[in-house]
């Protein structure tokens, strides 16, 4: 899939979109999905609910926002690449998601089966669209979105959090 041009997102997903390579989507797709499971499975049982600072999200509760904003990356693409003009697409408030789910006494086998699940789903949308699809200008409400914006932006923005697990949660 090509890689989205400047006016096919809105600014601030910029950081996400510099973690990804422009090309070989699929691979990079598929291989942050994989570091993620690996990375969850490897933490041990007794730190998944371990919080780096006051006000921040337990790493399961990560697990859970990548999961929640998977799902809307989803949405927003489906109406994007059936050429949808009329729905907006508005922006999550992730932090009323964070406190509106109790991820403490759920397992993490369970969460990364939802998070395998929704990935596998997203990553079949881009598998068969066309690159007319996916390049509509979804109706973003603030700036315009393309689907395939929402692939690259949803790559980057799990390798965020796998970052931040690593600097913040793991090397403590």
Known sequence: MEFPKKNEYYPGYQPYIDLVDKEHFFEQFDKVTNETVDLFKSIPIDKLNYKYAENKWTIKEVLMHIIDTERGF?????????????TPLYGM??????????VTNRGIESMLEEF????????????????????????????KISARALGYISIGHTQHHLNIIKERYLDS
């Not at 990935?119 to 409400?141: D, W």
């Open 74 to 86: 989803s949405y927003r693409a489906i109406v994007c690449l059936r050429n949808d003009k009329k």
């Open 93 to 102: 408030d992730e932090d009323f998601y964070a406190k509106n789910v109790n």
């Open 116 to 143: 395998e699940i929704v990935r596998k789903g997203f990553r079949i949308l881009f598998k068969n669209c066309t690159a007319e699809q996916a390049s509509f200008l979804g109706n973003r409400v603030g700036h």
